[in-house]
């Protein structure tokens, strides 16, 4: 089963940070399109979170307050994702399926 991530983040894209295409992986080149899935997952779901707890919060308050979490939203959204992915969930990011890893590195164009 593949599902478009792209379509479900409409709300949030905003709350994305453009910048910090190149700061996983020692900030040498580009994210990984499993490591982009990573980071718009972690944030999304942070971003609900946090707008339930903190309704009032500027800007500039979410942006120390997701500097602060990112690391474990992160962990979280790749367990989470490995989890979806043990159960033949995969996702589409900008037209290149993605999954959490484990397999066998390949593209294995199997359905």
């Known amino acids: ?10 709300d949030t894209t905003a709350d994305t ?3 910090e295409s190149g700061e996983e992986g020692g900030g040498k080149g580009r994210r990984s ?3 982009k899935l990573v980071r718009v997952v972690a944030r999304t779901l942070w971003s ?3 707008k339930e707890r903190s309704p009032g919060a500027t800007s500039e308050q ?4 997701w500097n ?6 992160s962990s979280r959204a790749r367990k989470f994702l490995r989890k979806l992915e043990a159960k033949d969930i995969t996702f589409t990011l900008g037209g ?16």
Not at 62 to 65: C, M, N, Q
Not at 68 to 73: E, G, I, N, R
């Open 62 to 65: 979410r942006k120390e307050a």
């Open 68 to 73: 602060a979490a990112k690391k474990d939203a």
């Open 33 to 35: 399109p499993d490591q």
């Open 1 to 10: 089963m593949s599902h478009d991530a792209s379509a479900d983040a409409t």
């Open 96 to 111: 290149a399926q993605v999954g959490s890893g484990g397999g066998s590195g390949g593209g294995d164009d199997s359905d």
């Open 17 to 19: 940070d453009e910048h």
């Open 48 to 50: 609900l979170e946090f």
